[in-house]
């Protein structure tokens, strides 16, 4: 019961995750589209965690804290370009 749930609540994130890929490429403004990447980028971490606990493993955790871990830094790369800082 419980690990049919995890693969439910996966695959409803991952409906989720391509469903903000639409704003990603049909954002009106580039902020928009940060967001939306950012918002993606956090989809995907939640995913590899749902599936780390599917799959009972570790090592996707670790996994997934290094692709969080990338993806901040991303995002604050975005957002200074953004701002003109870059």
């Known amino acids: 019961m419980t690990v049919l749930f995890v693969w ?3 695959a ?3 409906i989720l995750a391509i469903a ?3 704003r990603l ?3 009106p403004t580039v902020s928009d589209r940060a967001v939306a990447l950012d918002t993606f ?3 995907v971490v939640g995913i590899m965690l749902l599936l780390a606990v599917g799959y009972d493993s570790v090592v996707m955790v670790d996994v997934a ?3 969080a871990a990338l993806s901040f830094v991303g ?3 975005i957002a200074r370009y953004i701002e ?3």
């Open 12 to 14: 409803v994130m991952g």
């Open 25 to 27: 490429i049909s954002g």
């Open 20 to 22: 903000v890929l639409g």
């Open 65 to 67: 804290i290094v692709y």
């Open 84 to 86: 003109g800082e870059v």
């Open 8 to 10: 439910f609540v996966a």
């Open 41 to 43: 980028n956090t989809f």
């Open 75 to 77: 995002t604050m790369f």
